[in-house]
């Protein structure tokens, strides 16, 4: 079983509508969780962190259970410039960055 | 601005040839890795560095090497060991041992002749 698992999409939106991305980890000793932003070719870009709480970030809000272990990513009237592939990203501690292999979304006019 | 440079952003190796990928930072970050990024799969680490002349292995680092002479500069050579070097390298670098936030470069594609 992979340590990050994501569904790998794509996601086909028109503009104003709202997706939501999940992703599910299996190692429980995780201690951050992020999602990251990556356009084709590009570098990937932290999006945001995401803490048990949840959080938000204008359009897009970030939700952690522990106890089922996933993270989601929900983005609200989505924009043409949302298209992108969206990286779910843990760190255990130390060196230990995991990444997934990410979801795609297009976002339609 | 303060960044990360990788150079080039294209690069073709032929068969049994080294080639090396160059990456600079002015960030004055002391930890920088080398990660590689296949169609369809996460980021895997290839190399991290610490600290200057300091460098553990990531979890894919057969055929690869590096070197960390100055703070600043983290060089991956892709050597002829190396059978499936066809991939997109990102170098990033964080703050210090182990922080989370990563900072990349903008990433060279490496495609074999």
């Known amino acids: 079983r992979k340590e990050v698992e994501q569904d790998p999409g794509p996601f086909n939106v028109p503009e104003g509508a709202t997706v939501a991305f999940n992703c599910t980890y299996s190692n429980s000793a995780s201690q951050s969780f992020f999602w990251y932003r990556q356009d084709c070719r590009k570098e990937p870009k932290l999006l945001m962190s995401v803490y048990s709480s949840g959080n938000e970030d204008g359009r897009f809000t970030a939700q952690l259970n522990r106890a089922s272990q996933y993270i989601s990513l929900l983005i609200r009237d989505s924009k043409l410039s949302d298209s992108a592939t969206y990286l779910c990203?843990?760190?255990?501690?130390?060196?230990?960055?995991?990444f997934g292999a990410g979801t795609r979304l297009f976002v339609k006019a | 601005d303060g960044g990360i440079t990788q150079s080039p952003k294209y690069l073709f190796r032929k068969e049994g040839q080294n080639v090396t990928l160059s990456c600079e930072q002015n960030l004055n970050h002391d930890a920088m890795y080398w990660y590689r990024q296949d169609p369809g799969q996460g980021l895997r680490l290839i190399y991290y560095?610490?600290?200057?002349?300091?460098?553990q292995k990531g979890d894919i680092a057969e055929g690869y090497s590096v070197s960390r002479e100055k703070k600043e500069s983290f060089p991956l050579t892709v050597t002829s060991a190396q059978k499936n070097p066809t991939a997109f390298y990102l170098c990033?670098?964080?703050?210090?041992?182990?922080?989370?936030?990563?900072?990349f470069g903008s990433g060279t594609q490496l495609s074999v002749l």
């Open positions: 990033a670098s964080s703050q210090d041992r182990g922080y989370e936030k990563l900072f």
């Open positions: 990203v843990l760190h255990t501690g130390g060196f230990k960055t995991i």
């Open positions: 560095s610490q600290i200057v002349n300091d460098f």
